[in-house]
């Protein structure tokens, strides 16, 4: 699975953005979809996932009521849709798809089997 994320740029405090992720392949209803953020000098953490057939939604508390994901599966895409924005989202932000893994959970990096390129936030206050 090759993972194609876009839709980041510069927005004021308090705007909107649409994170996409486009997937290759034909086994996209077969992953859980994740969001994960990295700042800069900071790890990468987890910001939202979506599981099968949009079953299993789940957001970090730092955007819960701000971000909503959702998945087109005859589009092979995941959405992220992000407002409210502030100047502590800024990050790049990356996709991420994965299967079940014993002893990880999808809000773990390491349930995830491929990764996006990343794009890049930048929320200016």
């Known amino acids: 699975v090759q993972l194609q994320a876009s839709g980041g740029g510069l927005v004021q405090t308090g705007g909107s953005l649409r994170l996409s992720c486009a997937a290759s392949g034909r086994t996209f209803s077969s992953y859980f979809m994740g969001w994960f953020r990295q700042a800069p000098g900071k790890e990468r953490e987890f910001v939202s996932l979506?599981?099968?057939?949009?079953?299993?939604?789940s957001y970090a508390d730092s955007v819960k009521g701000r971000f909503t994901i959702s998945r087109d599966d005859a589009k092979n895409t995941v959405y992220l849709q992000m407002n409210s924005l502030k100047p502590e989202d800024t990050a790049v932000y990356y996709c991420?798809?994965?299967?079940?893994?014993?002893?990880?959970?999808?809000?773990?990096?390491?349930?995830?089997?491929?990764w996006g390129q990343g794009t890049q936030v930048t929320v200016s206050s």
């Open positions: 979506i599981g099968w057939s949009g079953i299993g939604i």
């Open positions: 991420a798809a994965g299967t079940p893994k014993s002893g990880y959970t999808p809000r773990s990096a390491r349930w995830y089997d491929y």
